[in-house]
């Protein structure tokens, strides 16, 4: 009987939950959350390991890169400084180079003045036939020493930068008629035959830089007459393009001489270049000619190109363009009358015994009175005590220089003419010497007939 009621009391307990082995609802849904959020802890706990583990490789990869960028940061500053303390070794030995050749072609000029002024006096005083050789030899050697050095203190300009680019209007064909006259007897002195091919439609009156094209011109051309011997040395000169206002004018130079070697092409437009010491030895020359070439050309905003074979000659073009001018009135040659110097005072303020010299020799030779003053000072106050037809001014004196000299003058005479009597140096320019009260500017060593002309021009009228 208590067998059955227990057995009753099971079945009905079953049946109640329907199943032998179901809990009860509640209970179920219970676990299943509990284990799902064991499950979602877990996969946080994943995820946030996972995240804490990326940051600290993150940072440990940003700190090694922070001590990276660190290092390379002190190279580069070290680099920087490094860098920056050469450049200023570069800056102050460029400096000093520009410096010491500027003032060794100011100081050669001194005394190269002083060669030429006597080598003329003495070409003048008719001299033995024999003599006349030597004394020929000697005016060569020393306008030969002074092209030398204008070459140095062109370079020396172009270099530093002081160049200015002058526009003025010009004829071009009076300026290619000028080098084909001055250069043609050193043309045939070789045995060549100088050839200039000129394109008619190219307008006769341009404005540009007349005196630097000049210059590129003679420069290109003398060396290819140097360079030849029994050949042609040509220039042509052709219209490109021509607007309204604007003219593109290509220029070529071209010769049968020894050529340039392939090699050697680039490194011919350097100082003191000339392709090789056997050439030198041969021919001469500085090897400044194409280096100032390369510059003006580039100044006047052209390029200058260069083809060349051994043997067969060298040809060097460039293209520069220029505005159009107006109508030039036709110039005769400036010369002088001698006998507007006849009895022209002149105050020379020279230190230079030597100059003192040659220059009142060659005042005394055309008749002029001359008065020598040797320093600044003095030459102050001659000029205040004395009247001058002119006063010949040197720059650089002991005690003031001639420029504070001409200063001091200005301030009681505003008259008299004041001509600069110097050995022009890099810092020195004719607008400058002018702009302190002086009326020109004469160059030593200077050319006699160029000395007198001046003199005869700015000299007061009697």
Known sequence: MRTLTLFCSCSNFLFYS????????????????????????????????ALISVLLLSCAFLFRKYKNLK????????????????????????????????????????PLN???????????????????????SLQFSGEYLLDFINQILEVNKLESGRVEIDNTNFNIFDVLSKVEKTLLEQAK??????????????????????????QILMNLITNAIKFTDNGDVKVSVKLLSLNEHIVFIYFEVSDTGIGIAEDKQDSVFESFSQGSVEI?????????????????????????KLESKIGLGTTFSFVLNFNLGSAIPISKEKKYDPSKLVNKKILLVEDNKINQ?????????????????????????????????LILMDIHLPGISGTTAT???????????????????????????????????ITKPFNPDDFYRIISEKSKMN
């Open 18 to 49: 329907g199943s032998i082995f179901s809990f009860p609802q509640n209970q179920t849904l219970n676990i299943v959350l509990q284990n799902t959020e064991i499950s979602i802890s877990r996969f946080y706990g994943f995820i946030i390991v």
């Open 357 to 389: 010299m040659v220059i009142s020799k060659m005042l005394e030779k055309k008749k002029m009175n001359c008065t020598i003053a040797e320093t600044g000072e003095e030459g102050v106050e001659m000029a205040k005590n004395q009247n001058y037809d």
């Open 280 to 304: 030198n030895r041969k021919y001469g020359g500085t090897g400044l000619g194409l280096n100032i070439v390369k510059k003006l050309v580039e100044i006047l905003g052209g390029k200058i």
């Open 71 to 110: 290092k390379n940061n002190y190279f580069l500053q070290d680099k920087v400084l490094t860098l920056e303390v050469e450049k200023e070794k570069s800056e102050v030995a460029f400096k000093s180079r520009n410096e010491f050749l500027s003032t060794v072609s100011h100081e050669l000029r001194t």
């Open 189 to 214: 002195s070789k045995n060549n035959k100088l050839l200039f091919e000129i394109d008619s439609d190219i307008p006769k009156n341009l404005i540009g830089d007349h005196v630097k094209l000049l």
């Open 114 to 136: 002083a060669i030429i002024g006597i080598t003329h006096l003495l070409i003048e005083d008719n001299p033995k036939k024999s003599q006349q050789n030597y004394l020929t």
């Open 407 to 441: 200063e001091n003058i200005r301030t009681f005479d505003k008259k008299t003419p004041i001509v600069a009597l110097t050995a022009i140096s890099l810092d020195e320019n004719r607008e400058m010497l002018l702009s302190f009260g002086m009326n020109d500017v």
